[in-house]
């Protein structure tokens, strides 16, 4: 008897886990320390005041309780704390087992006789930097209600900077292993977890009780994972008359480095009760420049707090702050809901101030004001070939690739005001044009807004180039003026005394490098300063010059300085729909400010001018298909350095285009959803600027049943006003879908993108059937659809024997075992349907009961069935 007693004791102290999760910090290489959570069950006489922990190097260690703090719901918090160091790189499970978990958990099989574990996978990798996981900052200990949406978010947040995701996973057991026979609590519609936000939605509660779930939280550096912790947690089902709170809208922020953030929070109450609100967030726990969320009033039905943070530069980091924002109402009954929403905050550090670009030989020297902080490491170099029109977005860090641009140095030092740079020593291009930006760059990595852009090139030699400019353009008969400074402060070396010589050299192409000597002008002076280059085809491309100087002396010839280099400006067209796009091709040690694009007037035979530009693209819209257009640039630039002209004008060929239809139309947005009652599904489609419209003449829709098949037209429209298609793919709705649009000359636009719709979960088990032998409703028949290829389900008694199984989707129990009516009541099952999905064959899980009536003549209520 005493021995009796003694077991069940310690069975039922045992009883006591309801959620944990293990986190760490490292402190050193090889070295870290551990936190272990735990949430218990504050009735239980189980209590432990130190948890053993598995390391994953064959090694087990026992650590010691450093808090304890009660919570609401009957929740005790349990902080353990050890460190732990490892003998090498190398991945690691750290497991805490503790026996066992509460009673009575319905999507845990005996559950109290299952051993509660919790486990973080760990990366001692020296390639990626010392980390820490994230720490989960919002307990889980909230109720749930039937029939309302459940959230749960664990307000993850990562010290160290690094990206998060987050998904469902399976509950544990000994040694981090799977609980047989879990399943995941039941849904009316779905429990999921969203793996940006890190919102656990249970939408919603179908059954009362206790449930557990599991989920991860990813830890992501530079697109590897570097870290797993698995949070495991229990969620209590009630039913009550108690209305969750709501709270107000929120918005996400982006804010740079000394602007203020100052909102409030609001929430109210359906049912009039109390409201306490909480803000969970790792800006409130910054060392250098802490949040503060505090209580502006209060009173039944309704609260407002208010949440202020001025950031500073410690607060910059590549990932946004999540704020969860938690509204629990203090209800008469017995179960007090909640209302979680959340918001990010991203702060921004400011964008530098380049203030100059200074050619220095075949090098730019850039110089920028001082960044005001000795927080960063310094900053980084980009450089693009040509001036850009990009202009950063308001919520973004750093240079993104799509700019074009390209790093070209990193300059340590907060306090560093100037880089060289040399392009790895080599020394830049003469003829182009050099666009900078630069970032400052954070501790952990993240880059400020990108400064502004300052536009430079090399400074030629002698003599100093100032006009290529197209005269006439032909293929035979072109000329082209070709036109150079004189030569200054030849004194200045000794013995370049003269005469002197100019050697003018062409090639084809902007950027051509095959020169030929095309003339050479001998002089005392240094007074003839241009040619005329003629009998030229201008009409099929550009030519680029080069000069050199030479000091003819008998005896002492010899190059003075360095060449001198230009290309003429070609004007490159290409016809499209109602239009001409233009590409201009120039080289140039000037910097060019402006294209000024002119087109033949046919009426007067004057070209007028259509339009400016500073970029090396031009596109002249509205014309007419099939009509000629003939075209020139001309293009205005200047050297920056001081003493050299800054008004130089020159002049590309003529260029003539016919436009002609040839450009797809735009690719349409699409949108599917699904009629599962009626088997079909509808897709629509749009198009994000109605002028794309204009040039539609009728859609083709494609569709593929699964991932694995190729899509394949499903109907073509004919009618450019028609945005929907209703498509019958058989039994199973499931598929994917693409539109595509074309005009009247056949072309045909880029297929938009694909978008899926997954089989809809339409079957059902009723709750009653009556095996009374008057033919109605006799059998137990599921409603299904041809999607369900089969099932498993078992049904047992209330003593948990088996008494029917069949896999055929429709069951069709005639209610007996061993060849007789079974008794009236309650029978449970267990079923696993297996349907047909976009992905293939899926299995999703059902539990219920279903009662048994045998009575002669008893009827079924319709609300029963």
């Excluded at 989920?215 to 009630?238: L, N, P, T």
């Excluded at 005392?524 to 030519?543: F, H, R």
Aim: hydrophobic residues 35%; aromatic residues 10%; neutral net charge.
């Amino acid at each position: 008897m005493v021995a009796l007693m003694l077991s069940c004791f310690i069975r039922a102290g045992a009883t006591h886990n309801r959620a944990g999760e293990i986190t760490y910090v490292q402190l050193s290489d090889l070295t870290y320390k551990f936190t272990i959570t735990t949430f218990t069950y504050t009735l239980s006489y189980a209590d432990r005041p130190q948890l053993e922990i598995q390391w994953g190097d064959n090694s087990t260690s026992i650590a010691q309780r450093i808090s304890i703090l009660f919570l609401p719901n009957y929740y005790k918090r349990n902080i353990y704390e050890i460190n732990h160091t490892f003998p090498g790189p190398g991945v690691y499970k750290i497991v805490m087992q503790d026996p066992n978990r509460n009673a009575n958990v319905l999507n845990i099989p005996n559950s109290v006789n299952v051993v509660f574990s919790i486990y973080t996978t760990l990366v001692v990798n020296p390639v990626i930097g010392r980390n820490s996981t994230p720490i989960l900052l919002n307990p889980p200990y909230d109720k749930a209600a039937r029939g309302y949406v459940f959230i749960h978010n664990p307000a993850a947040y990562d010290p160290d900077g690094d990206s998060l995701s987050y998904a469902l996973t399976v509950c544990t057991r000994e040694e981090g292993k799977p609980i047989e026979g879990y399943t995941l609590p039941p849904a009316t519609h779905f429990l999921r977890v969203d793996s940006i936000t890190g919102d656990l939605i249970w939408d919603t509660p179908r059954d009362t009780g206790k449930y557990n779930v599991a989920m991860f939280i990813q830890e992501w550096r530079k697109g590897k994972k570097i870290s797993v912790v698995e949070r495991d947690m229990q969620i209590e089902v009630y039913d009550t008359k108690n209305r969750p709170p709501v709270n107000g809208p929120l918005h996400d922020l982006c804010v740079k480095v000394g602007d203020p953030v100052d909102f409030n929070v609001s929430a109210t109450d359906p049912d009039n009760d109390p409201i306490g609100l909480k803000a969970t967030s790792g800006i409130f726990t910054l060392s250098s420049c802490p949040a503060t969320f505090t209580k502006v009033d209060s009173v039944r039905g309704s609260a407002t707090s208010r949440l202020r943070w001025t950031p500073c530069y410690q607060a910059v980091r590549n990932q946004p702050y999540d704020v969860i924002i938690k509204a629990d109402d203090y209800s008469t009954e017995i179960v007090k809901l909640s209302d979680i929403d959340k918001m990010t905050i991203r702060v921004l550090g400011p964008s530098p101030v380049l203030v100059s670009a200074v050619p220095v030989g075949k090098f730019i020297h850039l110089t920028w004001n001082n960044y005001g902080t000795n927080v960063i490491t310094g900053f980084n170099i980009y450089r693009k070939d040509g001036a850009s029109s990009f202009k950063p977005d308001s919520c973004s860090l750093g240079m993104p690739p799509t700019a074009g641009f390209v790093k070209v140095g990193f300059i340590d030092g907060a306090t560093t005001v100037s880089f060289i740079d040399t392009d790895n020593g080599q020394g830049l291009q003469y003829g182009k044009d050099y666009a900078y930006r630069i970032v400052a760059v954070y501790p952990n990595g993240a880059e400020s807004i990108v400064s502004n852009e300052v536009v430079s090139s090399l400074v030629s030699g002698i003599p100093v180039i100032t006009n290529v400019s197209v005269r006439s353009t032909s293929t035979t008969n072109g000329s082209i003026l070709v036109r150079w400074l004189k030569p200054t402060r030849l004194d200045t070396i000794p013995s370049a005394i003269g005469p002197y010589q100019y050697l003018i050299y062409r090639a084809a192409g902007v950027t051509g490098t095959d020169y030929q000597l095309i003339t050479t002008i001998s002089t005392a002076t240094l007074n003839e300063t241009e040619i005329i280059d003629t009998l030229i085809n201008t009409q099929s491309g550009g030519y680029i010059y080069k000069i050199e100087l030479y000091n003819n002396t008998t005896g002492n010839r010899f190059l003075i300085g360095d060449p001198g280099y230009a290309s003429s400006v070609f004007l490159a067209a290409s016809p499209g729909d109602k239009k001409t796009r233009f590409i201009i091709g120039r080289n140039v040690p000037w910097i060019n400010t402006a294209y000024d694009f002119f087109r033949l007037n046919d009426a007067t035979g004057v070209y007028d001018l259509i339009g400016t530009t500073n970029q090396l693209q031009f596109v002249d819209n509205g014309l007419t298909n099939g009509k000629q257009y003939c075209y020139r640039v001309r293009s205005t630039g200047g050297y920056t350095a001081p003493g050299l002209p800054t008004n130089l004008i020159n002049f590309s060929e003529i260029t003539c285009v016919t436009p002609v239809d040839n450009e797809a139309p735009c690719k349409p947005d699409i949108t599917v959803t699904s009629q599962c009652d009626s088997l079909y599904n509808t897709v629509r489609w749009s198009f994000q600027d109605p002028a794309c419209l204009d040039d539609v003449a009728g859609y083709t829709v494609y569709y593929k049943m699964t991932t694995d098949q190729a899509l394949l037209p499903v109907t073509t429209i004919n009618n450019k006003n028609i945005f929907s298609y209703k498509h019958y793919p058989g039994d199973v709705v499931s598929g994917c879908y693409t539109v595509s649009a074309f005009d009247l000359a056949g072309n045909v636009s880029p297929q938009s993108d694909m978008i899926c719709v997954d089989s809809c979960n339409f079957y059902e088990i009723p709750n009653v059937f009556t095996p009374n032998g008057d033919d109605i409703n006799d059998r137990l028949v599921a409603k299904t659809s041809g999607l369900v290829e089969k099932i498993d389900i078992k049904i047992f008694n209330r003593y948990g024997v088996l008494i029917f199984q069949t896999s055929e989707p429709k069951i069709n129990w005639d209610g007996t075992y061993n060849g007789k009516i079974v008794s009236p009541g309650v029978y449970f099952y267990q079923c696993d349907v297996f349907e047909r999905r976009i992905s293939g064959l899926e299995q999703f899980h059902l539990s219920g009961f279903v009662h048994v009536i045998t009575e002669a003549g008893a009827k079924i209520k319709k609300q029963e069935l």
